[in-house]
């Protein structure tokens, strides 16, 4: 009886330290995350403890172990991941797989250039021993140049990458149209006994955040992924805070289109939603993500802003704008002039007001945060009147990604240039 009291009064203590899990945007695909909040930390030992004396119920990642049963293991297992000293972690991937890595990671392929950019961000881009051949741009990612592999493109050499022995692959999650590819190329590197770990890290928001928190735990760079989503997440609450009470007539009317080609339209999803958290309304949130769209559609939905995403500048997509001086606007230009001299959008709102905007591929996918700046200074001038986007963008290069470019002498991203 003396034991049982005990116990009920150790039980009773643990239920008063396990808090609630605080409110947050996701829920963090980590194993050992018990209480199933943003972060792992000594409240998911004790959450993990409470489940063990039947005080809690199990969530699905309080397994930390991922062996199918809950006990003091895994709490030692918690302990340990809290500690940075575990020997594997098992993450749910950006293909909802559930992948067990084994650390330390100290060497790293990547299928896309995006990863390596956040792994950067965290100061973990060391790792990287192979990259595809659109990272290797040696204005963006100048170390990577002499140091990392060429692991090929959309098709990978497999040679290389089998020579390079890697701990990790990332590779993408991609669109569903080209989800059976890299279905096979993860299953062909697994089948080679490469772990790979699905993500995509061009998203924003939440499912950015997270992605950029998993590759603190899995790269042992807690503490320097936490540092980068303060920052990240200050750029894009000050947008948030301010757009976020405004009616459906203060939001500008944009039509987003892509790089691809005339009347390939941005609708709701990944890309196109960015239209909306930038204070806008875009005019094809009513379709799929990315759809040819009818020039007379354009014209009876009359955009107030019509905005254009520039693909491929001087030989890169993701690094693009970066090698050109401010003044060598001419790319810019002439994709401007090609939308403002379309026959059937003269009439247009946007047209007959000169609101013709262009933007780089690099800063509204690559690294999209940078870019709603942009966004929100050309939706909402007024608004957004003391906001410096190109400060931003200078912090981000200079502090997260280490490069010595200097914004106020090269670098073309968007056109008309904002007015300083």
């Known amino acids: 009886m003396k034991s049982d009291t005990i116990l009920a009064g150790i039980a009773m203590t643990m239920l008063l330290l396990a808090l609630p899990a605080a409110a947050s945007d996701y829920t963090l695909g980590i194993f050992g995350n018990a209480n199933e909040d943003d972060t792992i930390n000594m409240q998911d030992v004790t959450y993990t403890e409470l489940i063990i004396l039947e005080y809690r119920d199990e969530t699905e990642l309080s397994d930390a172990k991922y062996d199918g049963k809950i006990n003091m293991q895994d709490v030692t297992q918690i302990e340990l991941v809290i500690l940075g000293r575990e020997k594997e972690l098992t993450l ?13 990671v ?76 890299y279905e096979e190329i993860q299953n062909t590197l697994e089948s080679a006994g490469i772990t790979v770990f699905r993500i995509d890290c061009g998203g ?15 790269l042992d ?34 039509y987003y289109e892509s790089y691809s080609g005339p ?46 995403m520039e693909g491929k500048i001087s030989g890169s997509w993701f690094a693009g704008g970066y090698a ?19 026959p059937e959008l003269r009439n247009v ?9 262009i933007i780089a591929y690099s800063v509204i996918y690559s690294r999209s945060f940078v870019g709603m700046g942009y ?28 490069l010595d470019i200097d914004l106020n002498e090269h670098g073309v991203f968007v056109y008309p240039p904002l007015e300083s």
């Not at 749910?92 to 330390?104: E, L, M, Q, S, Y």
């Not at 894009?236 to 203060?250: A, K």
């Open 92 to 104: 749910i991937d950006g293909a909802d797989r559930t992948v067990t890595v084994k650390k330390p």
């Open 106 to 181: 100290n060497r790293v392929i990547s299928g896309s250039a995006l990863p390596v950019e956040a792994m950067r961000s965290i100061g973990a881009i060391d790792t990287v021993v192979g990259v595809n051949e659109w990272t290797l741009d040696e204005v963006f990612f100048p170390e990577l140049i002499d140091k990392a592999e060429n692991i090929g493109g959309m098709q990978p050499d497999y040679e290389v990458i089998f020579e390079l022995y890697p701990d990790l692959a990332f590779w993408y999650v991609g669109s569903p149209k080209y989800w059976s590819k």
């Open 204 to 218: 924003m928001g939440a499912s950015y955040v997270e992605e950029v928190s998993k590759l603190g735990y899995i």
């Open 221 to 254: 760079r807690k503490e320097e992924a936490e540092e980068f989503i303060e920052f990240y997440q200050e750029c894009l609450d000050t947008i948030n805070e301010r757009v976020e009470g405004l009616s459906e007539e203060d939001r500008p009317a944009v």
């Open 263 to 308: 009347y390939k339209a941005y609708g709701r999803g990944n890309r196109g939603d960015k239209i909306d958290a930038a204070g806008g309304r875009n005019i094809f949130s009513d379709i799929s993500d990315f759809v040819e769209v009818d020039p007379e559609e354009v014209m009876e939905r009359d955009p107030e802003i019509v905005l254009k």
């Open 324 to 342: 050109l001086d401010r003044e060598d606007t001419a790319i810019f230009e002439a994709t401007r002039d090609e939308i403002m001299n379309r």
């Open 349 to 357: 709102a946007a047209v007959k007001d000169e609101n013709v905007y």
């Open 375 to 402: 966004l929100a200074k050309w939706f909402h001038p007024e608004l957004f009147e003391d906001l410096d986007p190109q400060a931003i963008h200078q912090e981000y290069l200079t502090e997260f990604q280490g």
